[in-house]
């Protein structure tokens, strides 16, 4: 039950499952909110930076006022305020003008946008460190099933024989009807899609491990595989050509007969998503190195690898070896991601540097991940990477501004300009300038809002 549904007649029973802080939603703004409170490993430089950069200040404001009073003072003439005056001025400047605040403010503000940049972009970043690493991925690994491709099956060729393609959907869709198999739902979903009407079959049987039988419209129909066909001595011989070139691509053909003649095969397999080829070409011409990692055969594997143009295929991984072969990749000193939608991806989500989850997978995927795509788009994979290169460089910006107003600052106000000018830096201008140092680090943080990453954009290739 959704919002906006409709009772159309009668009446609805219905029980909330989840409430309040148990809801997505509501599950969605805490991981945000998570994230946004928690440090990047950057993070850590800076205040490791700030730790030493604090007492440096500090000494190099008893040092100005030490050499204003006992030397300084005495070697210009006609000076603008007694001696003690003076030097404490030189000495309240330099404090104020050194105040690490814009350090301390670098890091937070970039990360608090540039999470929130991604949840507008359905990317939920768990961490700040998530959201760094993302950017360094070297190799980025994906399960094949439910995150490559779409994890069920769909109709990929028609082959009649004798008829139209609409007729032979019109059979194969009307003996499926009412079948909870998948690859008979990939079947009727077909025939729905191209509008084709359906009817309802008598005399249904079903033959575990060959296929089905049923009478259509008068006559007798079979729909299986060739052991189906051979049973009922129906001839395959003259079409094998074309039943191995559906098979040798790694699909399921299935067979049609109407009274003992085979009109028509179809083709049935998991496809990839629209959008996966797009993002491996991507990924690849940022040079990150791409890796299938799947519990299915071998053949399967490579004929979707072929599709999307993935060099690098480790099939027939048992779950439990799954992480163990991202440790492999990590063990070659690469920073690896893995991208994944099922139970059996968790621990290697978890062992990955950077844990990528299809929002759309199974919830102990999603919980273990670090970076969870909402919209089951491979594209994000690519915007997230993107994000975080943006954002680490929205950090580095900040952090050489913040520290280049205080390198900068400290020797005006220590008095580096008086002999030249014969005016000290005011606190009051040291205090502005001071704080117009947070002010550009946070506008610069702010700015990444106007940021859309690259393969998000408009016409883009
Ligand atoms: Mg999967």
Redesign the pocket.
Known sequence: MIGGSINKNGLLKVRATRIGQDTALAQIVRLVEEAQGSKAPVQRLADRVAAVFVPAVIIIAIATFLFWYLVGFDLFGNMPAPRFIFSLTAFISVLVIACPCALGLATPTAIMVGTGKGAENGILIKNGEALERAGNVQVIVF?????LTK?EPDVTDLMPIDGSENELLFLAASIEKGSEHPLAKAIVRRAEHMKVDIESPIDFQNLPGRGVKATVGGSIVLLGNRTLMNESKIATDAHEADIQSIEEKGRTAMLLAKDSRLIGIIGVADVVKPTSAEAIAELKRMNIEVVMLTGDNRRTAAVIAKELGIDRVLAEVLPEDKAKEIAKLQTEGKVVAMV???I??APALVKADVGIAIGS?TDVAIESGSIVLIKNDLKDVVAAIQLSKRTMRKIRQNLFWAFGYNTAGIPLAAGLIFPFFNVLLPPIIAAGAMALSSVSVVSNAALLKRYTPEIKREGKR
């Open positions: 399960d094949k099933t439910g995150t994890g994944g939608d099922g059996n991806d997978g």
